[in-house]
């Protein structure tokens, strides 16, 4: 029997399930756009938290040991070519000491957006404040703070998981 045969054969109610690929489709980029915002937002939000925590440190003396910034170029190939991707790299060294004991950092914030222009304006010898975990004090970083752009992504991140409600059942 042809399938167009037997698709009017169906009941109403079936026909309307085959009827359904756009939805399917809409439900698809849904879900993807939503994964995206979660990502986005779990990903800012741990920068946003760690930074708020370590804000609260106690916070002793440090000096920069090393601290190196550098251009990093990255070539990637797309669907309408090469793309080239500048980004500035930091790395930076401080000792600090807690209870007597000498500790050398690498952290040095936990926002990406803040750590070249933090280490470019500390050259080695510099002096530094240094905030540490008094649980554990080789967790230390020297600057705690976030950049706005942060709380942007964060925020873009919660409006992109919105569409999730779209599949929370309602109760009542």
Known sequence: MPESDSFDELPESIKKLRRRPTNSRLAIVLLVVGFAGLLLAFLNGSTVFQSNRARTWPT????????????????HDGSVGQHKYLSTQSAMTYAYAVNNQHLVGR??????????????????????????????????????????????????????????????????
């Not at 002793?60 to 070539?75: A, C, F, S, Y």
């Open 107 to 172: 952290t040095i914030s936990y926002d990406f957006c803040r750590r070249a222009p933090f280490a470019q304006a500390h050259p080695a010898g510099r002096a530094v404040s240094v905030h540490y975990n008094p649980a554990k004090p080789s967790d230390a970083v020297v600057d705690p703070g976030c950049d706005r752009s942060t709380f942007v992504y964060l925020f873009l991140g919660v409006l992109l998981m919105s569409p999730f409600g779209a599949f929370v059942p309602a109760t009542g």
């Open 60 to 75: 002793t003396p440090g000096v920069v040991l090393t601290e190196r910034t550098w251009k990093d170029t990255q070539w």
